[in-house]
């Protein structure tokens, strides 16, 4: 099946700095998504981005199909950023099952 | 336009009893998956209902069944609890190009 790694595992910033967290699948997909887990368990939908680049406020993803990565660009980060992100991709199965990485676990200090 | 809605919130549960949680999806979606995600990991897909059957069911046991009603709503359930099984269970409906839509979760803790 298809590997999803993500990386760093983990991230410390102070508030103001700008971080990239990045994403590698091992097979072509027809879907992903970057999602926020926030201290209370609901996971936030950021982007779906199977390719490309999107910006939405301080949060900007691309998406490089042919090359089996994708990256979550975070700047001027704020303590409510801290949590985890999570990149999911679609199997490509006729359910669309999400393959969920591993996360990077982020922690911004004031 | 409401969200992917699922209760109860939390739950604690003994070994060996059995459990049913509920989803209901965001309005115009008739498709819904459940997850489980365990302490430190990533949600693992447990199985997706559409049309009132169970279409792809991941590597979890019999235990695990679902059901979806007419209204699109789900229910999962879990006969016969593990320790293991403490997790907490998301539940997720598909949008229009196939994109993922999570509710807030249920913690299920078994004692």
């Known amino acids: 099946g298809i590997q999803v790694e993500q990386s760093p595992p983990d991230l410390i910033l102070q508030e103001g700095a700008n971080s990239t967290l990045r994403c590698n699948f091992s097979d072509s997909v027809n879907n992903l998504q970057w999602f926020h887990q926030n201290p209370w368990g609901q996971l936030i939908n950021l982007f779906y981005i199977p390719s490309g680049t999107k910006q939405n406020g301080r949060l900007s993803a691309t998406t490089v199909a042919t090359e089996r990565y994708s990256l979550l660009y975070i700047s001027s980060s704020q303590t409510t950023d801290s949590g985890v992100y999570f990149c999911?991709?679609?199997?490509?199965?006729?359910?669309?099952?999400?393959?969920f990485g591993t996360g990077t676990l982020l922690a911004v200090q004031p | 336009d409401a969200g992917v809605t699922q209760s109860p919130t939390h739950l604690i549960k003994t070994r060996g009893q059995q459990v049913t949680l509920r989803c209901s999806p965001k309005s115009g979606h008739d498709t819904v998956s459940w997850y489980q995600q365990a302490l430190g990991q990533g949600p693992q897909f447990i199985f997706q209902?559409?049309?009132?059957?169970?279409?792809q069911r991941g590597n979890f046991p019999d235990r695990f069944s679902g059901h979806q009603f007419p209204n699109y709503s789900s229910e999962l359930n879990v006969n016969a609890l593990l320790l293991g099984d403490s997790a907490l269970y998301l539940c997720?409906?598909?949008?229009?190009?196939?994109?993922?839509?999570f509710g807030p979760g249920t913690r299920l803790t078994v004692t």
């Open positions: 997720a409906s598909r949008g229009l190009v196939n994109e993922q839509y």
């Open positions: 209902y559409y049309e009132e059957e169970e279409r």
């Open positions: 999911a991709v679609d199997d490509g199965g006729a359910t669309n099952k999400l393959i």
